[in-house]
């Protein structure tokens, strides 16, 4: 796969379109109407899980049942929500508050750290290298956290001032959490408890965070702020707008290395014209150049490994190459049967 040095096109801030006020959005942003946000949505019906993590330290009983409920979400969503996980509110509340700040800093304060598609760090206004493709309605400040040989603080911004302080608070108590529920997901697929995190190459593992900033839109049901897509690394924490909603998840595809036992759930993000919002995305990633492939215990004459064996580093450049795509791109991957 070729290598990718620059954008294709002159990059433009999305929030720097929202703020000149334009009546309409230009038409790179306009999806066609089958991937428009829908407006009648069924959410009324549906119930994502909620995990009371509180359990797992509580009697037998406790345990059990929130282990199956993990597992259960696990497999049939691929996405649940989180209480009582350990990391500090008043931590989450204030790195949002951080970044949300960051991003109302003057431009030239941000273009310093503008992004390439080589590595994605930095500040960024699209996904994927396809000239003339159509783009999203969101801006983003993407940063390594681990493996410690990609963590460069002078890659970080720094303004505020205490926004490096807060990623790193931030960063440590989430790879802690990361580790615990690596643990769990490991032990309900009948593997050893610390199977899946000596899978993502032990303490090679690689963090990275996505800091997303959806500007007001004038036309936010003809655009997305996020195009459908599912993450390509092994578990992401996502810490949402405390107040302005946006994501909708679809229950959908697979999950490479458990053989498609848990779900990699399909998402995207919606806008709207009244608030901008603001979301951390923590990615928790296996080593770059490990070989992911299914493991062995969960591969049968009748579940044969359903991909074929590939780095991360070779997944995540088919991804960034093409940009989000719902499902298409692990679909198109799948082993022929
Ligand atoms: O903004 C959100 O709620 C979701 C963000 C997301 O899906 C991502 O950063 O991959």
């Known amino acids: 796969m070729s290598c990718l040095k620059d954008w294709p096109e002159p990059i433009v801030r999305v929030q720097s379109l929202s703020e000149s006020s334009l009546p309409v959005i230009p038409d790179r942003y306009i999806k066609p109407p089958s991937d428009r946000p829908s407006m009648e949505s069924g959410a009324g019906e549906v119930n994502i899980p909620l995990i009371d993590l509180g359990g797992l330290v509580g009697n037998d009983t406790l345990f059990a049942t929130t282990m199956n409920q993990i597992s259960d979400a696990c497999r049939e969503w691929g996405f649940f929500q989180i209480v009582n996980h350990g990391v500090s509110h008043d931590l ?15 431009i030239e304060l941000k273009q310093v750290y503008a992004n390439s598609p080589k590595t994605y760090e930095g500040y960024g206004s699209r ?8 783009l999203d309605w969101s801006d983003y400040f993407f940063l390594h956290y681990l493996p410690w040989s990609l963590k460069d603080h002078k890659k970080w ?6 926004c490096q302080e807060l990623i790193e608070e931030y960063g ?11 643990k769990i997901l490991s032990l309900n697929l009948g593997l050893r408890e610390e199977f899946l995190q000596n899978a993502f190459g032990g303490e090679d593992i690689g963090a990275c965070l996505r800091v997303n900033f959806y500007p007001k839109c004038p036309q936010p049901d003809l655009t997305l702020g996020l195009s459908s897509h599912s993450d390509p690394g092994g578990m992401t924490l996502l810490l949402p707008d405390d107040h302005v909603a946006g994501l909708q998840v679809r229950k959908g595809d697979n999950w490479v290395l458990s053989n498609a036992i848990y779900k990699s759930v399909e998402h995207r993000v919606i806008v709207n014209s009244i608030e901008e919002r603001v979301s951390l995305a923590f990615f928790y990633n296996p080593k770059s150049d490990l070989l992911i492939e299914p493991a062995k215990e969960l591969v049968t004459p009748d579940q044969p490994a359903l991909y074929p064996q590939m780095t991360y580093n070779e997944y995540r450049l088919y991804i960034r190459t093409r940009g989000p795509r719902g499902k298409s791109q692990v679909e198109s ?3 022929p049967r």
């Open 127 to 134: 996904l994927g290298v396809e000239k003339g493709a159509l």
């Open 172 to 182: 440590d108590q989430l790879v802690k959490l990361c580790g615990i529920l690596m």
């Open 333 to 335: 991957l799948k082993s």
């Open 92 to 106: 989450m509340h204030k790195t949002r508050e951080v970044w949300r700040q960051f991003f109302h800093q003057p």
């Open 157 to 162: 911004p720094a303004l505020p001032a205490s």
